[in-house]
């Protein structure tokens, strides 16, 4: 009796993580846009799952931030203020520069041979502008650059962050030109990596940091002068 009630514990968490991922991945690619509201009904009908689902996956992602709850309005994609993305930017340029060192100086063969299929296509996506792949394949290249830094630590604060930068990414992605310069500065990123140059693979994921919240922060900045904030 214990095994199938892990079993079925199990199977639910599974389901949970996949509407979660799918939530996600709708954020980060726009069609989620920050201070829309979500409907549980819709979601239900879109995502084709029960109402359980899409609260337990709705609680989640309130829990990293990606969605704020309003009483008498309910969950609202979360909006990020200026200050807010300057912030997360800093600490993730911190963050990032270490992991990159680490990587450099310990990471295995394995992980750095991983790192370089990711680049790959990265590349291959942002050469043939498609959007989910585009998202899945820098995840992906995230993942591998905390994985190789070895820093368990490390990888939970970036993952946290990095779930708030997704409210940006297809903002500061979709920039004029932001694309191709992405697409270097992550093989600058890989190549120091690749040469086991720890202080080269710090500078380099800071620039790639400091270069995204460059945009980020401009399309912030003009926005909220839109809106007349």
Not at 61 to 76: D, K
Not at 160 to 189: A, C, D, F, W, Y
């Amino acid at each position: 009796m214990g095994d199938m009630d892990l079993q079925i514990a199990r199977q639910s968490a599974t389901l949970r993580t996949q509407v979660e991922d799918k939530l996600r991945q709708a954020i980060s690619s726009g069609r989620f846009k920050p201070g829309q509201r979500l409907v549980e009904r819709e979601l239900c009908e879109s995502i084709g799952v029960g109402r359980t689902s899409i609260r337990e996956a709705l609680r989640q992602l309130e829990a990293e931030g990606l969605i704020t709850s309003y009483p008498h309005r309910g969950p609202v994609v979360s909006t990020i203020t200026y200050e807010e993305a300057a912030q997360l930017y800093s600490v993730r340029a911190l963050l990032e520069s270490y992991a990159g060192k680490e990587f450099a100086e310990n990471g295995t063969a394995q992980d750095i041979h991983t790192l370089n299929e990711a680049v790959a296509e990265f590349a291959e996506a942002a050469a043939n502008g498609a959007g989910s792949r585009l998202i899945k394949a820098k995840t992906a290249f995230y993942d591998c650059l905390m994985q190789g830094s070895g820093n368990v630590f490390v990888k939970q604060m970036l993952t946290s962050l990095h779930n708030r930068v997704t409210l940006l990414r297809m903002t500061s992605m979709t920039q004029p030109g932001r694309l191709n310069h992405s697409v270097e500065e992550i093989k600058e990123i890989a190549a120091a990596i690749t040469d086991r140059n720890g202080p080269k693979a710090a500078a380099a994921c800071k620039y790639h940091i400091d270069m995204a919240a460059k945009v980020a922060l401009d399309y912030l900045r003009k926005t909220s002068e839109n809106h007349g904030d």
